[in-house]
């Protein structure tokens, strides 16, 4: 893919396409399939379904290097739609991705498309620090092409910054580079700029020199690569107008009217008017100025056209925005809701186990009071039974003592005495005994009862857990 990109987009196109059933081999094949048309400069041919199918398997799975792949190529779609803030927002997720892997390469390509957004953006500064980041792992990746084009990002912001030296370093690092690489897009775009940098300088012959170069590089290069002479015109006929040869400066200005972009057209214009001011060709100066005036009239337009779209684009932008937060606000409510009811459910099967719990602990209280209760009642009908048996005893051995002393009378009195106490203290014994197994009987039924009760309450509990 990296060394022979061309070769890969031909194997993949001549492969038959995996099944969608086999949503890893399908995602994989359609993640290669747009890196390789980006690689072999086919981005119109590029399908955003491919890169979607992508999207949706990979981004559920734990691999960060194919996550930071598919949001990368997903930013670039979104730079080709002219979607700069998604772009930027895909980008930055990549690279949280890219930071978790060694594919430097990778990280290298993130880095420079977010600071060229920046740059875009005119936040220079911090398209410089995305910069320095780009090269630092294109040199981490090895790749000289990667080294090439991120020398040449740091020569272009620094040339914005307004930093002439850096600018000037990085710029030439970057042709040294190409030169080696026969990378002719970089080598034409470096020399062209860094032309415009020594002309900022004032240091117009080496800016003459590498404009000649790059002009010289494109007449010769295949078709992609001719298209925009007309830049190099006008950058060569400015340079001779600053450093006074009039003639060279009109002939390659001239050619320059030939550009079917209004911008160049409109700067072509107002160099020749200022040139024909310096030379106090004043009918020159009223044709070239009047020709300013009408392109400069439609260049207005047409920023004017392009900002009333982007407006048009931000307002679509804003309104999508607002539709994804409101279902937002309106998906969170009904979270909440469902949250509250489940909260008030799980509340309310809390209160009733404790309401049983409480219940089953109030019965087994009781029960335990009622054990104790039959327990006290036995006990003490067992003493006075035990008291009863001893005092019939007492009974009998009197009836005999009586039997025996039929002849002294008092003796014979105070012992009927006694075994009348005696029989009236069995009689109220008895009587107790008979109220105790009462309460005995009793507790006994409540106690079956509320063991019964107690085992349906335990059985009901452990239904209202469940």
């Given at each position: 893919?990296y060394?022979?990109?061309?070769?890969?987009?031909?194997?993949?196109?001549?492969?038959k396409?995996?099944?969608?059933?086999?949503?890893?081999?399908?995602?994989?094949?359609?993640?290669?399939?747009?890196?390789?048309?980006?690689?072999n400069?086919?981005?119109?041919?590029?399908d955003?379904?491919?890169?979607?199918?992508?999207?949706?398997?990979?981004?559920?799975?734990d691999?960060?290097?194919?996550k930071?792949?598919?949001?990368?190529?997903?930013?670039?779609?979104?730079?080709?739609?002219?979607?700069k803030n998604?772009?930027?927002?895909?980008?930055?997720?990549?690279?949280?991705?890219?930071?978790?892997?060694?594919?430097?390469?990778?990280?290298?390509?993130?880095?420079?498309s977010?600071?060229?957004?920046?740059?875009?953006?005119?936040l220079?500064e911090?398209?410089?620090?995305m910069?320095?980041?780009?090269?630092?792992?294109a040199?981490?990746s090895e790749?000289?092409?990667?080294?090439?084009?991120?020398?040449?990002?740091?020569?272009?912001?620094?040339?914005?910054?307004f930093?002439?030296?850096?600018?000037?370093?990085?710029?030439?690092?970057?042709i040294?580079?190409?030169?080696t690489?026969?990378?002719?897009?970089i080598?034409?775009?470096?020399?062209?700029?860094?032309?415009?940098v020594?002309?900022?300088?004032?240091?117009?012959?080496p800016?003459?020199?590498?404009?000649?170069?790059?002009?010289?590089?494109?007449?010769?290069?295949?078709?992609?690569?001719?298209?925009?002479?007309?830049?190099?015109?006008?950058?060569i006929?400015?340079?001779?107008?600053?450093?006074?040869?009039t003639d060279?400066?009109?002939?390659?200005?001239?050619?320059t009217?030939?550009?079917?972009?209004?911008?160049?057209?409109?700067?072509?214009?107002?160099?020749?008017?200022?040139?024909?001011?310096?030379?106090?060709?004043?009918?020159?100066m009223?044709?070239?100025?009047?020709?300013?005036?009408?392109?400069?009239?439609?260049v207005?337009?047409?920023?004017?056209?392009?900002?009333?779209?982007?407006?048009?684009?931000?307002?679509?932008?804003?309104?999508?925005?607002?539709?994804?937060n409101?279902?937002?606000?309106e998906?969170?409510?009904?979270?909440?809701?469902?949250?509250?009811?489940?909260?008030?459910?799980?509340?309310?099967?809390?209160?009733?186990?404790?309401?049983?719990?409480?219940?089953?602990?109030?019965?087994?209280h009781?029960?335990?009071?009622?054990?104790?209760?039959?327990?006290?009642?036995?006990?003490k009908?067992?003493?006075?039974?035990?008291i009863?048996?001893?005092?019939?005893?007492?009974?009998?051995?009197l009836a005999?003592?009586?039997?025996?002393?039929?002849?002294?009378?008092?003796?014979?009195?105070?012992q009927?005495?006694?075994?009348?106490?005696?029989k009236?203290?069995?009689?109220?014994?008895q009587?107790?005994?008979?109220?105790?197994?009462?309460?005995?009987?009793?507790?006994?039924?409540?106690?079956?009862?509320?063991?019964?009760?107690?085992?349906?309450?335990?059985l009901?509990g452990?239904?209202k857990?469940?």
């Open positions: 893919m060394e022979h990109p061309d070769s890969a987009l031909g194997v993949l196109q001549g492969m396409v995996p099944a969608s059933s086999d949503k890893l081999q399908n995602a994989t094949w359609a993640l290669l399939t747009v890196q390789a048309k980006y690689k400069y086919k981005e119109e041919l590029a955003s379904t491919l890169i979607n199918i992508a999207y949706d398997y990979f981004m559920k799975q691999n960060p290097q194919r930071a792949m598919v949001l990368y190529y997903k930013g670039v779609l979104y730079e080709k739609a002219d979607k998604e772009a930027q927002e895909s980008y930055l997720k990549a690279i949280e991705e890219a930071e978790k892997t060694k594919d430097y390469q990778l990280a290298h390509l993130i880095y420079s977010i600071g060229n957004i920046y740059l875009y953006n005119s220079n911090y398209a410089l620090q910069f320095k980041q780009s090269l630092h792992y040199k981490l790749n000289k092409n990667y080294i090439c084009s991120a020398y040449y990002d740091l020569g272009k912001v620094y040339s914005v910054l930093d002439f030296d850096n600018s000037i370093k990085y710029y030439k690092e970057a040294q580079m190409a030169e690489l026969h990378n002719n897009g080598l034409i775009n470096g020399m062209n700029e860094l032309a415009g020594y002309t900022e300088t004032k240091d117009y012959q800016a003459l020199s590498y404009a000649q170069k790059a002009l010289i590089l494109k007449e010769t290069s295949e078709l992609p690569l001719k298209k925009r002479l007309e830049q190099s015109y006008l950058v006929g400015d340079i001779y107008r600053r450093i006074n040869k060279s400066a009109y002939y390659y200005l001239n050619k009217l030939s550009s079917n972009r209004m911008e160049t057209i409109c700067a072509t214009y107002e160099i020749l008017y200022n040139l024909s001011k310096e030379k106090k060709d004043y009918e020159k009223s044709l070239y100025c009047d020709s300013m005036v009408v392109y400069q009239d439609s207005w337009k047409l920023h004017k056209n392009k900002e009333l779209m982007n407006m048009q684009e931000k307002y679509n932008q804003q309104k999508l925005l607002n539709e994804k409101q279902l937002k606000i998906n969170n409510t009904i979270i909440r809701n469902v949250l509250i009811i489940l909260v008030v459910v799980f509340c309310l099967i809390a209160i009733l186990i404790y309401i049983y719990q409480r219940k089953l602990i109030r019965k087994e009781i029960i335990q009071r009622h054990e104790e209760e039959i327990q006290l009642n036995t006990l009908r067992q003493e006075n039974e035990r009863i048996s001893r005092n019939q005893s007492r009974m009998k051995e005999e003592q009586m039997e025996a002393n039929k002849d002294a009378q008092e003796q014979l009195e105070e009927k005495n006694v075994l009348s106490e005696i009236c203290q069995n009689e109220a014994l009587q107790e005994n008979k109220m105790l197994q009462q309460h005995i009987d009793k507790y006994s039924s409540s106690l079956n009862e509320k063991s019964k009760e107690l085992e349906r309450l335990g009901l452990e239904e857990v469940v």
